[in-house]
Every structure is written in structure tokens, then in C-alpha cells.
């Protein structure tokens, strides 16, 4: 979602109602607007999608502040909401907030602790904000989905994948990695063989973690698509990406999963090929691919 004005924004949700998109999701970076108070807008604007994040900087909130916003939001949702967490990856913006920037090994306790603490939160029947009240005497609202709203966590390193395996109900892959050393969140992607071996250590740490086993259900796996190219030249659409991965050849990027180029047919079967290859069942696309992916996702249905 970019800063756009209210009406601007309800008319942006209501066309990926229209398109037949199942979830309407919103970042989390300073700059861009609210994540909650954006959702519940949403919500207001359609009647069918699910709304979350994707995904929270952990590091933004406190857990119990975060219970707060979670639960009435999902109140004010009618139950319809998806909450994404992730360890936050642009230094500078943690910077501009005056928050602490903390090795990855710590971003990744913290949001640890803060999954087990909104596990234990929202589980509770006396949550702390259930007991406050506004002036007008009317008690906070409580979460609709029982016992929580869906948990979808985001990234690749092998901590969080085990984070990921131990609690989420969604585990969300970015088919990208951050840069060493960058301070503005400078992403460089993954090649398929990479993400195939993030998604198979995943599935290992879920069995390990009993998630295979009936109870609980494993999660549902999720990636994101940075781009979708509906053209009739495959060839010459993939030379107008080569300057944004030099050190990739065209072969490579035709081959990326975190990309869909090509026809209508094309890129559906590039989806089908992906859910086989990995089992991607859960796709995410950025706003501006929101028209062109929809023909894709029409073409898909049922399949």
C-alpha cells in the first residue's frame, strides 16, 4: 500500500476483492501508512478477503501492546484477520525511530519472545487490555478467532525456519536474502536451487517439530512474487531485467522463482511447476502486479 488517501486506498481493496485476490495484506516500514489502522479500513471497504501482515518488524512492538492491537483489530475485522511476523531488516529505519539495531542472532530471540508472549496472551480469557475500559465504560474488544488469529512468519535462516516450524500456522519464504552490510534493506535473490533447499530444511524442522503429524496441521507455505511480466517473448522480457541482477544470466532469471514471466498459459504453468517443485500453495504479489497476476490466478482456480 503506498500513502494514498482513504478513498484511494478502499478503491484499491475493493478492485482486489473484485479480482478474486483471497488476502489483502499490509508492510511494516516507516514511511508507509499504519499497518492495523490500514486493515481495519479494509475491512470496512470489502466483505470477503482476509487481511494481514506481511509482515511486522518484531523489533517495532511490544508484545503486550501488540496482544492489544491484535486482538481488536481481528474484533474489528469480524475475525478475518492474518497476523505476519518477521525479525525487521532495514537498519536505517530503526535508526529513524530511535530503536535499538540488534545483531541477527537477537532479532530472531526477540521475535521468539514475542510469538510466545502473544501465544500466551491471546490464549488468556483475562487478557491485560480485556480489563480497560474507555471513558465511556465500554471494554475493550477480544479477539474472534479462537484460540488466536493465523500466524504466518517470514524469512530463510535457519533460525527462524525453526521459529517458523515450531509455531506458525504459514511459513512465508521471500525467494531473496539481505545484503551483508547494508543498511537499507538491500535484498539479493535467491536461485531456485537455493530456495528448494530452504523449503526442505523447513520440512525437516517441521517433522522434527511434530508438525507433519495430524494435530497440529502443518503450516501452509507461502512465497512472494516480486514481479509478474505477462509478454509473448519470454527472451526479451528477462534482458529488461538483467541490469537489476548483472551477476545473473538470462537463463537464471527466467528460472527465479520470486518471478513469473510470460503468457497468461506461461506463467500459470510456471505456478503449478512451483507448487510441485516446493508446494507453494499460498502466493503473494505486490500491488503493482495486482492486475496482472489476476488472469493467472483466474486461469488457476480449481486446479
Known amino acids: 500500500m503506498?500513502?494514498?488517501?482513504?478513498?484511494?486506498?478502499r478503491a484499491k481493496c475493493r478492485r482486489a476483492e473484485e479480482l478474486g485476490y483471497d488476502v489483502i495484506l499490509v508492510p511494516d516500514h516507516l514511511g508507509m501508512p499504519a499497518p492495523f489502522p490500514a486493515l481495519v479500513a479494509a475491512a470496512e471497504a470489502t466483505q470477503r478477503p482476509r487481511l494481514g501482515t506481511f509482515v511486522l518488524n518484531a523489533g517495532f512492538w511490544n508484545p503486550a501492546?501488540?496482544?492489544?492491537?491484535?486482538?481488536?483489530?481481528?474484533?474489528l475485522t469480524g475475525g478475518r484477520l492474518e497476523l505476519g511476523l518477521g525479525t525487521g531488516y532495514v537498519k536505517a529505519e530503526h535508526d529513524t525511530a530511535g530503536l535499538p539495531w540488534l545483531p541477527p542472532g537477537e532479532r530472531v530471540d526477540h521475535l521468539?519472545?514475542?510469538?510466545?508472549?502473544?501465544?500466551?496472551?491471546?490464549?488468556?480469557e483475562d487478557l491485560p487490555h480485556?480489563?480497560?475500559?474507555?471513558?465511556g465504560g465500554t471494554p475493550m474488544p477480544q479477539q474472534v478467532q479462537k484460540p488466536r488469529v493465523p500466524l504466518l512468519v517470514g524469512g530463510n535462516g535457519d533460525r527462524v525456519l525453526r521459529l517458523t516450524a515450531?509455531?506458525?500456522d504459514i511459513a512465508a519464504f521471500t525467494g531473496a536474502r539481505s545484503v551483508r552490510?547494508?543498511?537499507?534493506?538491500?535484498?539479493?535473490?535467491m536461485l531456485a536451487g537455493e530456495l528448494e533447499e530452504r523449503v526442505a530444511l523447513y520440512r525437516e524442522l517441521a517433522a522434527a517439530a511434530g508438525r507433519e503429524n495430524p494435530e497440529p496441521e502443518p503450516a501452509e507455505l507461502n512465497l512472494l512474487i516480486q514481479f509478474v511480466l505477462d509478454t509473448d517473448d519470454r527472451e526479451a522480457a528477462v534482458q529488461s531485467l538483467m541490469e537489476r541482477v548483472p551477476y545473473l544470466t538470462p537463463d537464471q532469471v527466467l528460472e527465479l522463482p520470486i518471478g513469473l514471466i510470460g503468457t497468461v498459459e506461461e506463467m500459470a504453468a510456471q505456478v503449478l511447476a512451483q507448487r510441485?517443485?516446493?508446494?507453494?500453495?499460498?502466493?503473494?504479489?505486490l500491488e503493482p502486479s495486482m492486475e496482472a497476476f489476476a488472469p493467472v490466478m483466474a486461469r488457476l482456480r480449481g486446479k
Do not use: C, K, N
Open 2 to 9: 503506498t500513502s494514498a488517501p482513504a478513498d484511494e486506498w
Open 65 to 75: 501492546l501488540l496482544a492489544r492491537e491484535v486482538a481488536t483489530t481481528d474484533a
Open 112 to 124: 521468539r519472545h514475542t510469538i510466545e508472549e502473544l501465544y500466551r496472551l491471546l490464549a488468556s
Open 130 to 135: 480485556s480489563r480497560i475500559r474507555s471513558s
Open 166 to 168: 515450531e509455531h506458525a
Open 181 to 189: 552490510g547494508s543498511s537499507t534493506g538491500q535484498l539479493e535473490v
Open 276 to 285: 510441485e517443485r516446493y508446494g507453494f500453495t499460498y502466493l503473494t504479489v
